[in-house]
């Protein structure tokens, strides 16, 4: 990478509340990677994004994108900021919750990024002092969500409208909405500075464990058959036409992960558990892996239906402009590499 690039991206993730980079190698890139070619892939120190700590950590991306690429990999706190990398180039690849992938397709025109696999689904949830009952308790109250426009930001303001609460991008309105890194929300709510927050595993879970509180919504419930998409593997589209073999090379992995992770649970949520440690200084108690672990599923499926559904949500709640997302997909390659792995392939929306 080179110094422009260095300052560019310390410019775009300044203001991110936690940054960590992991690098390795480096390299020109070439069309169908004849050359050696650095990958770089972005993530979040969530369990929701298992498929990316368990596919680094255990070596299954670097295996499957073989010994002429190398991976640089980049952690974020929530998605916003990982697509201001993905806008500017500083990232080819991330692992992103719904929302902020349609951010960055709607910013650009459709033309930035293309989705082009799931991961995870299910892990997000409401989590509030024992007292609140309703969602009429929260009038009044704070809340807290890891950013705005990310996916629980929009899923926790599209749950409180339909309970007839009122928000507010600038934090007004019959409850405030604070904008939080998990770790901070976690204090937070220990200390009563908010009353409850809408957060993915494994921060609803430590909240209910170590803040003593209770889930008011699993947001499964809230979707039919459960099923809603967490995160999904996003690319840029300049870096899919230029890089197809590197891209279906790295959806190799994904959907060997994602076998890891269905097939040998135990063995993945305690590989999982290592690499956050390995991120935060700090290890999940077993209780807490346990429980949020079993909130979580894991397929190549993007769930497309909730991905629209959360852009018509975020359009009515003043956070996006359009909800059009003709075109957001390209599965083409994710249905080959399923192919050859004797899958059936995924609907392409």
């Not at 422009?4 to 775009?12: D, F, K, T, V, Y």
């Not at 203001?15 to 972005?42: E, R």
């Not at 929701?48 to 073989?66: N, P, S, Y």
């Not at 909730?306 to 003043?318: I, K, N, P, R, V």
Request: some cysteine; glycine content about 10%; charged content about 15%.
């Amino acid at each position: 990478m080179s110094g422009r690039a260095h300052l560019r991206l310390a410019r775009i993730l300044a203001g991110a509340a936690l940054f960590v980079l992991a690098a390795c190698g480096g390299g020109a890139q070439t069309a169908g990677v004849s050359a050696p070619a650095t990958l770089k892939l972005g993530y979040f120190a969530n369990l929701t994004h298992a498929t990316a700590l368990i596919g680094l950590r255990d070596g299954v991306f670097e295996k499957a994108l073989g010994p002429d690429v190398s991976v640089q990999s980049f952690v974020f706190n929530a998605g916003p900021a990982a697509v201001e990398a993905l806008l500017s180039g500083s990232i080819d690849a991330s692992y992103v919750g719904p929302n902020p992938a349609i951010n960055a397709f709607v910013q650009s025109h459709g033309t930035a990024v293309r989705i082009i696999s799931g991961a995870t689904s299910g892990g997000a949830a409401l989590v509030v002092k024992p007292s609140i009952r309703t969602a009429a308790d929260l009038r009044g109250r704070k809340l807290s969500s890891p950013q705005l426009g990310n996916t629980q930001d929009v899923a926790l303001r599209w749950w409180l409208q339909s309970n007839g609460l009122k928000t507010s991008p600038q934090g007004g309105g019959d409850l405030t909405i604070i904008p939080q890194d998990s770790s901070q929300t976690l204090q937070a709510f220990k200390t009563g500075d908010i009353d409850g927050a809408w957060v993915p595993e494994p921060w609803a879970t430590r909240l209910v464990l170590e803040g003593k509180g209770k889930v008011l919504v699993d947001e499964r419930a809230l979707w039919p058959q459960g099923r809603f998409a967490t995160s999904q593997l996003v690319v840029r589209t300049d870096f899919l036409k230029r890089h197809r073999d590197l891209v279906r090379r790295l959806l190799q992995g994904q959907v060997q992960t994602t076998a890891l992770l269905n097939d040998q649970s135990d063995q993945s949520r305690a590989a999982a558990s290592d690499a956050l440690a390995a991120i935060s200084g700090s290890r999940l108690s077993d209780a807490v892996l346990a429980q949020a672990w079993s909130n979580l599923t894991f397929a190549n499926d993007p769930v497309a239906a909730s991905l629209q559904t959360s852009a018509d949500h975020a359009q009515q709640l003043g956070l996006l402009k359009s909800a059009d997302l003709k075109g957001i997909y390209d599965l083409t390659l994710l249905n080959e590499v399923l192919g050859q792995e004797g899958q059936a392939p995924v609907p392409t929306p």
